[in-house]
């Protein structure tokens, strides 16, 4: 649908973020094309989530500019980034925990419907609203769940619940911080067939520490060592990148 | 359980309250009166607590101006003004609303402490100026008015004023249970699991946070407005901190986590103090007790406890529990017994009446009358009963409960959040 001469889905140029003394990202250039998978990986420390939360909204860069679509998004708060297109996951699970499966779904659906505020109509009439919602759980596999509360759930159907969640207000850029953090590697395998089967056709970034995830699944890698962009490349070239190897591959593969 | 039995078991309780009321002495209409204010106060602070957790400290603000801005009405009713009497709480609900408005942008910048504590310096603000303010407050003395007839009318009966504020309070409670069927209801519920996630889902958290608390201000000021209503009057002390406290007591006592629970705190604590004010002075006293005991023991409240009850009652075991169950009623009763003979003995021997007899007595210890019986102060019997209503009750009811766990299999109970402000509906 967009030609390549489209602008990027993601553009960052130059953004630096400090927290008073502290730099954690210096002048961070990277674009990602509309339709492309990108993970971003680096040690602990490294100032990925600090990159998540100024892409989504939760903190103002310091400096330069974050576009999305073409559109400068950097500064936004978090409800306009989403609205403008662009939804996150979160790296430890964030849902609504006293609330069924089902509603936890329905409230993002509800935001992509635009009936945000309302007030004068029962919710439980809204066919559209439902029947998506069930779409949503269906895809992730936890239609069974529905009435579950989302609290009552086992980790790795939180994490899948997350990242339903993340679909369900229709963003075509998607970050996922870290969606198998903390999961067998059964259960990883399916997290990242998952993710490959409901971010087809949309924009994706994610920050992953699990290399299988990040080569099965993605077209380039960013590599983040304090608070800069080492490299960015296919997966394949990355991991023969001897600078890269020395900074973070050597240590942590195995 | 059925919603046809639900809306039945309301149908029934609606009649009640119709039909009951004209054959009560005034005293008891009055009550009622209180208990249906009380009870439309704590379901609106509930909004805000139990459905949005925020937690306001105070809610007497909302509940006071919607109480002023009726009276005021009703003077202008007084000097002619073509106003129907029976929809003079409209003011107090437009009042309460747009006070909510703007005490809730700054309220709901913070959440958590800071949100109570700005909640509770509000309502303190207001308690402050009000006595200064005679023009709108009517300084310390507070500021009258007469209901006026209205189509034939006359509203001086407690009756009509009865029947005035039941159609409201229904009114209004259906509307606020309305609400959690909305999808902003549902919103609200999902502002209180994770305010953040709702931001990153394209939600403005803050808007939505300032519109929940402008509806819960709005009912509660239709809930002061039915009190100056019913009062005829209004003074500053409605701004006070224990009118703040007695809808967070109520609403606790009562359930936050089940929509009707402030409902049943509200009439507790209502009727409890009508009852039992004129016994003893000591009457705070056991209503904060009350209140320890149930947090401590039953954190989700009597709403909660009958809400478990109600859902499990297929599971449980009734001819096995039944008997544990009267064990442990009846200990929990012999251990009131015994607290409440304390307190009173304890509010006797050091009242100011006895203090003068002592002296009077050269310091002895003169025989006091207690529940219509006369003591002695250093009598065995005097001591020894209360210490075999404490340990006994104390020894059945912890027994009972022991019993009752053995048969729910030790299962820890099921966590408040399995109410259906939870659930889907």
């Not at chain 2, 209502?270 to 006293?285: A, G, H, K, N």
Request: charged letters at 15%.
């Amino acid at each position: 649908m967009s030609p390549t001469t489209n602008p990027p889905a993601l553009r960052l140029a130059a953004v630096s973020k400090s927290f008073g003394p502290i730099d954690v990202l210096q002048k961070l250039d990277l674009d990602i094309a509309p339709g492309e998978r990108h993970a971003v990986i680096g040690p602990n420390g490294a100032g990925k989530s600090t990159l998540f939360n100024l892409i989504s909204g939760l903190f103002a860069p310091s400096s330069g500019d974050i576009a999305l679509n073409g559109r400068s998004i950097a500064g936004l708060s978090p409800h306009r980034i989403n609205r403008a297109g662009l939804a996150r996951s979160f790296q430890i699970t964030n849902i609504f925990h006293r609330l069924s499966v089902f509603e936890n779904v329905r409230i993002g659906v509800l935001a992509r419907h635009r009936v945000r505020y309302g007030l004068f109509r029962s919710v439980a009439h809204m066919r559209a609203v439902n029947e998506e919602s069930a779409a949503v759980l269906a895809r992730v596999g936890l239609e069974p769940r529905a009435d579950t509360l989302a609290g009552d759930l086992t980790y790795s159907e939180q994490r899948a619940l997350e990242i339903g969640m993340t679909l369900t207000t229709g963003a075509e850029v998607i970050l996922l911080d870290e969606p198998t953090a903390g999961m067998s590697r059964e259960e990883t395998a399916q997290a990242a067939e998952l993710i490959r089967s409901v971010t087809a056709g949309k924009t994706l970034l994610m920050v992953e520490h699990d290399m299988s995830v990040v080569f099965s699944l993605c077209d380039r890698v960013s590599v983040l060592v304090y608070g800069s962009i080492l490299a960015t490349d296919t997966p394949e070239r990355i991991s023969a990148n001897r600078a890269v190897q020395e900074a973070y591959l050597g240590e942590e593969t195995s | 359980m059925g919603s046809m039995r639900i809306l039945a078991l309301l149908a029934v309780l609606l009649a009640l309250l119709i039909a009951v009321p004209p054959f009560l002495d005034l005293s008891w209409q009055n009550a009622l009166v209180n208990v249906l204010i009380a009870s439309l106060f704590a379901l609106a602070f509930n909004l805000l607590a139990g459905q949005a957790g925020l937690l306001s400290f105070g809610h007497a603000a909302y509940f006071g101006i919607g109480a002023f801005a009726a009276l005021h009405l009703m003077i202008a009713v007084e000097d002619g003004l073509a106003f129907p009497t029976p929809l003079l709480p409209l003011a107090g609900a437009a009042a309460g609303f747009l006070a909510g408005l703007v005490a809730g942008y700054f309220a709901t910048m913070r959440s958590g402490v800071y949100f109570a504590l700005v909640t509770l310096a509000i309502a303190e603000l207001l308690h402050s100026l009000a006595p200064h303010l005679a023009g709108t407050f009517g300084g310390e003395a507070g500021i009258s008015s007469m209901r006026m007839p209205w189509q034939g009318i006359v509203f001086g009966s407690m009756l009509e004023v009865y029947y005035l504020t039941l159609g409201w309070v229904m009114l209004c409670g259906l509307g606020l249970w309305a609400y959690t069927r909305t999808p902003f209801g549902r919103l609200t519920l999902a502002l209180r699991d994770n305010e953040q996630r709702v931001l990153f889902l394209g939600y403005d958290a803050h808007r939505a946070k300032v519109v929940v608390f402008a509806i819960s201000a709005m009912a509660s000021g239709v809930a002061g407005s039915l009190l100056a209503i019913s009062n005829e009057t209004a003074n500053y002390s409605l701004f006070a901190t224990d009118v703040s406290a007695q809808v967070v007591l109520q609403t606790f006592v009562g359930g936050s986590t089940v929509f009707f629970g402030p409902v049943i705190g509200a009439t507790l604590f209502t009727l409890f103090s009508f009852l039992i004010s004129d016994l003893t002075r000591s009457w705070v006293f056991y209503q904060g007790l009350i209140f320890v005991l149930v947090m401590l023991f039953a954190p989700t409240g009597i709403g909660g406890i009958l809400y478990e009850l109600v859902r499990h009652r297929r599971q449980l075991d009734w001819s096995r529990l039944a008997w544990p169950a009267l064990q442990s009623i009846l200990g929990g009763l012999l251990l009131a017994g015994g607290i409440v003979y304390l307190t009173e003995t304890a509010a006797v021997l050091f009242g100011q009446d006895y203090a003068m007899r002592r002296s009077g007595a050269a310091g002895a210890l003169p025989p006091y009358e207690l529940f219509g019986i006369g003591w002695e102060p250093a009598g065995v019997l005097t001591w020894l009963l209360p210490a075999v209503l404490l340990l006994g009750g104390g020894g059945l009811l912890v027994a009972g409960r022991r019993q009752i766990d053995g048969v729910r299999g030790r299962r820890s109970a099921p966590a408040a959040d399995a109410a259906p402000l939870g659930g889907t509906p």
